[in-house]
């Protein structure tokens, strides 16, 4: 089955500006056959292509028609009430072995990226995270420090950390910017260029194939049972 993706239309991310200027189901409704027309085809239409990029190159995750997130926010327990997401975003659960980890997409005016790692993951993931930082140092760094990964990503992101070191860890410990980790989670930005190519499935295929192998090494850890990354479920 072919996808039959030929690429995001420049209004795509137009109409992605213009609901940010007027969030709600007023302007919305009447407009929705465009956004589907412009973003949520396409969009399933990549996820399929990229499904195919996987299967080539034999990245074992997985993309199809589940991927996309619904433009609808969830705002039962926000003071937002804001109805609808202003960017677009998929994900792309592992399905090698081990398990909670997974790929992202985010499309959003001059704010795409593509990523991905353990995000949210439960008490007994993250502590099977620090605990290998600490008594498996050169494994950990085997995979963050792979030439591949760096060139792609840099480094992990450290957006989401603790102020201090977690409890029963040494502050002063060499790798303390990673056990103060709660997501471990990694992007590379996209450019609305980028985002507007025909050919971004093989350039987000190619991105998350040079995160294997820290996909590899996260989805290893122990602790699975406990919970899955929220992107994922």
């Given at each position: 089955?072919?996808?039959?993706?030929?690429?995001?239309?420049?209004?795509?991310?137009?109409?992605?500006?213009?609901?940010?200027?007027?969030?709600?189901?007023?302007?919305?409704?009447?407009?929705?056959?465009?956004?589907?027309?412009?973003?949520?085809?396409?969009?399933?239409?990549?996820?399929?292509a990229l499904g195919?990029?996987?299967?080539?190159r034999?990245?074992?995750?997985?993309?199809d028609?589940?991927?996309?997130?619904r433009?609808?926010r969830?705002v039962?327990?926000?003071?937002?009430?804001?109805?609808?997401?202003?960017?677009?975003?998929?994900?792309?659960?592992?399905?090698?072995?081990?398990?909670?980890?997974?790929?992202?997409?985010?499309?959003?005016?001059?704010?795409?990226?593509t990523?991905?790692?353990?995000?949210?993951?439960?008490?007994?993931?993250?502590?099977?995270?620090?605990?290998?930082?600490?008594?498996?140092?050169?494994?950990?760094?085997?995979?963050?420090?792979?030439?591949?990964?760096?060139?792609?990503?840099?480094?992990?992101?450290?957006?989401?950390?603790?102020?201090?070191?977690?409890?029963?860890f040494?502050?002063?410990?060499?790798?303390?910017?990673?056990?103060?980790?709660?997501?471990?989670?990694?992007?590379?930005?996209?450019?609305?260029?980028?985002?507007?190519?025909?050919?971004l499935?093989?350039?987000?295929?190619?991105?998350?194939?040079?995160?294997?192998?820290?996909?590899?090494?996260?989805?290893?850890?122990p602790?699975?049972?406990e919970?899955?990354?929220?992107?994922?479920?």
């Amino acid at each position: 089955m072919t996808s039959g993706f030929e690429g995001f239309r420049p209004q795509a991310l137009d109409f992605l500006v213009e609901l940010g200027l007027n969030n709600d189901r007023a302007w919305f409704t009447p407009r929705k056959a465009r956004y589907e027309e412009l973003l949520k085809d396409p969009l399933q239409r990549f996820c399929l292509a990229l499904g195919e990029e996987f299967a080539a190159r034999g990245i074992p995750m997985r993309a199809d028609e589940r991927s996309p997130f619904r433009i609808y926010r969830d705002v039962r327990f926000t003071k937002d009430k804001a109805p609808y997401k202003t960017n677009l975003g998929a994900s792309f659960p592992w399905t090698g072995e081990g398990g909670g980890v997974g790929g992202y997409l985010h499309l959003a005016p001059g704010e795409s990226f593509t990523g991905g790692g353990m995000y949210h993951p439960s008490p007994a993931r993250l502590a099977a995270w620090r605990h290998a930082v600490v008594s498996d140092r050169d494994g950990v760094h085997a995979a963050i420090d792979d030439p591949a990964f760096v060139a792609a990503y840099g480094a992990l992101e450290a957006d989401a950390k603790l102020k201090r070191a977690p409890t029963g860890f040494d502050p002063v410990d060499p790798d303390i910017e990673l056990l103060r980790l709660k997501d471990v989670v990694f992007g590379h930005p996209l450019s609305d260029t980028d985002v507007l190519a025909r050919d971004l499935p093989e350039r987000v295929a190619a991105d998350l194939a040079a995160s294997l192998p820290v996909m590899r090494y996260l989805a290893a850890l122990p602790g699975l049972e406990e919970g899955s990354p929220a992107w994922l479920r």
